[in-house]
């Protein structure tokens, strides 16, 4: 397998990728235990009991405090809106949001760019008894009628597409007037991408002297593609849209260390503050841009 942490960069569309891109994905599939040791994937209730903990943790800062209890992602997603709704993922990974929201009530389809993702994402619902239409599909060029979904959901994912342009015009077309799409893709101007790269990484470690500061983004950024972008640039990208709105989020115990480096030691003692710093941080300048389309 490919080191999953060394992403091409790019700031354009890149649609001559698509074929290495959906290879990448296939050999390198997103189920967060990156750093874990859990091994090789299982289809089985512990090993996805123990992805679903390392995800759910990481968010419990921002978006599921109440993590493991409530529904994951439960700040952003609007899982009470749901219920007999059509709802289209574009990109499932191991189906840990899909899976939420098939339990929230949602007329799910589900959708990924790879025939692995959608192999774990079924057998997560048929060891958890839930339904939706799983189906291996390039969101670029999606096989939908105009007008068929109430939302869209997509969690860090159309970022990583050869033409994220594509996708967001599909998003429009196949969403229902006045249909609402919840995505998040990375932004530029977070801390990790204007302090941690470059500062603690770029100088404090020296870096710099061999690598630019894209170069040392894309040694901790995950893909075969990845874009990161700011709310000026995506919105040119989704002016299409009738309104867009921003917010941001990040990581426990990941944002700390984007601004303050070895220095995010001295919060440790003091557990209160520690979170206080970080939500400070994370709904300011957190590597997740976190935005709501409306048709």
């Known amino acids: ?22 290879s990448w994905w296939q050999n390198n599939p997103m189920t967060y235990d990156w750093g874990h040791d859990l091994g090789e994937i299982k289809y ?13 943790y990481g968010h419990s800062l921002c978006n599921n405090p109440r993590w493991p209890d409530g529904y994951i992602l439960e700040n952003f997603i609007p899982y009470n809106d749901l219920q007999g709704k059509s709802v289209l993922e574009i990109g499932c990974g191991a189906g840990l949001v899909s899976s ?12 990924d760019l790879t025939d692995q993702a959608i192999e774990i994402t079924k057998a997560r619902f048929d060891l958890k008894n839930l339904s939706a239409d799983i189906k291996q599909m390039n969101a670029e060029k999606m096989e939908f ?4 979904f109430d939302f869209v959901i997509s969690w860090g994912v159309i970022h990583h597409s050869g033409n994220m342009q ?10 229902k007037p006045c249909g609402k799409a919840y995505l998040m893709v990375y932004n530029k ?4 991408s204007i302090v941690f790269a470059p500062f603690w990484l770029g100088v404090v470690r020296a870096k ?13 950024t995950d893909g075969y593609i990845a874009r990161h972008l700011s709310e000026v640039e995506f919105s040119k990208m989704a002016k299409i849209f009738k309104r867009i709105e921003f917010s941001y989020s ?5 944002i700390s260390s984007y601004g303050l480096g070895p220095f995010r030691r001295i919060l440790l003692p003091f557990p209160m503050l520690k979170k206080k710093v970080e939500l400070f941080l994370a709904t300011r300048w957190g590597w997740y841009m976190q935005i709501i389309l409306e048709k």
């Not at 080191?3 to 891109?21: G, L, R």
Request: proline share 0%; net charge negative.
């Open 1 to 22: 397998m490919s080191t999953k942490f060394s992403a091409k960069i790019i700031d354009s569309d890149d649609s001559e990728s698509n074929e290495k891109n959906q």
């Open 44 to 56: 089985n209730k512990d090993y996805f009991d123990a992805i679903d903990k390392i995800f759910g």
């Open 100 to 111: 939420h929201l098939a339990k929230a009530g949602a007329e799910l389809i589900a959708v």
């Open 145 to 148: 009628e105009h007008d068929t």
């Open 166 to 175: 594509n996708i967001l015009d599909e998003i429009y077309r196949v969403l």
């Open 189 to 192: 101007t977070s801390l990790r």
């Open 208 to 220: 710099l002297l061999t690598k630019s500061v894209k170069e040392i983004i894309s040694e901790i």
């Open 250 to 254: 990040d990581e426990i115990d990941t």
